[in-house]
């Protein structure tokens, strides 16, 4: 499902603006102002691939005037809901276009989409000039506006995605692969120079086998793998199987830290936003992987660099 352009205009300032994960809402935040009130239905350490909309959320949806979503199926629970309310108000994916950019788009060996693009800082700049657009098309009024605020969110998006590559690049080339719970960090591996192994698949719904759990133990004793990572949205079990298991082979592996995947930090605290939420993953990654990244991250403002 694309976007389902219904063309209104807003009746009302701050007019209401919803979102499914909080990695957009922050973008249709910084980039809406005083515009719009915006409402996140998906919250911290929520899953969104399991996430089923609450009669709150459709009572949100129907009030809202406009909604954004990711797209790529990532919202795969949510998807009758959102074609319905599209046929009365406009409804955007913010990964709108991304698909006829060549060969971004990365999917799976059963040939599925992955959803995760925000973990390739780039494909979070697409995604923030395609609210600006969208925003511009429905209260075109404003559109200068619009623009002028997703550029300024832009330049810091930029900086983000230089101390990204930087930091990570401190990793010694043999240690630059990251596993993590499910694989939501193939954007960042392919944009960032990291080899990517999740246990799960794309979608926390798959479950990973005694043989792959075995597999993966016996790759990170091989190549002297120092940490493996745990996700806010995703049970630890499995990532804990592995630490086990390396340990039986008398390889001392730890869990480096706790990253953001799906979902972002506490609201409120610079985690809960999409800056700090990536500033904090790719810190956490570089330290536990034998990098040499700032003590406090990118702006000195990491709570949890630990």
């Known amino acids: 499902m694309g976007s389902l352009h219904v063309q209104a205009v807003p009746k009302k300032y701050p007019y209401q603006a919803v979102t499914t994960v909080g990695m957009i809402t922050d973008i249709v935040r910084n980039v809406a102002g005083d515009k719009a009130d915006v409402e996140g239905l998906i919250g911290e350490g929520i899953d969104p691939h399991l996430y089923k909309p609450t009669r709150n959320d459709l009572i949100a949806l129907k009030r809202a005037d406009i909604v954004f979503y990711n797209g790529l199926m990532l919202e795969g629970k949510m998807a009758d809901v959102l074609m319905k309310i599209a046929r009365s108000k406009p409804v955007y ?5 991304i698909e006829d950019e060549g060969d971004y788009v990365l999917n799976t060996e059963a040939q599925h989409f992955d959803p995760h693009v925000w973990m390739d800082v780039s494909g979070w700049i697409h995604a923030t000039r395609v609210v600006a657009e969208s925003l511009s098309e429905y209260d075109p009024k404003n559109a200068t506006f619009y623009q002028e605020n997703a550029n300024a969110y832009i330049t810091q998006l930029k900086k983000l995605d230089n101390y990204a590559r930087e930091v990570l690049a401190t990793i010694p080339e043999n240690q630059r692969i990251l596993v993590t719970a499910h694989d939501a960090f193939n954007y ?21 086998g005694v043989r792959d759990i075995e597999h993966l133990v016996s790759f990170l004793v091989e190549n002297k793998i120092p940490a493996v990572f745990v996700e806010t949205s995703v049970s630890d079990k499995n990532v804990r199987a592995l630490v086990e298991g390396a340990g039986a082979q008398g390889h001392m592996l730890v869990i480096g830290g706790s990253l953001y995947s799906d979902a972002m930090g506490k609201t409120g605290s610079y985690e809960g936003t999409y800056i700090g939420m990536i500033d904090h993953n790719v810190t956490i990654i570089s330290r536990a992987l034998g990098g040499s990244p700032p003590e406090n991250g990118m702006q000195n403002k990491l709570a949890t660099a630990h």
């Open 93 to 97: 994916a913010v990964t709108e276009g």
């Open 188 to 208: 960042m591996g392919r944009a960032y120079g990291l080899q990517v192994k999740g246990i799960q698949g794309l979608s926390t719904e798959s479950e990973a």
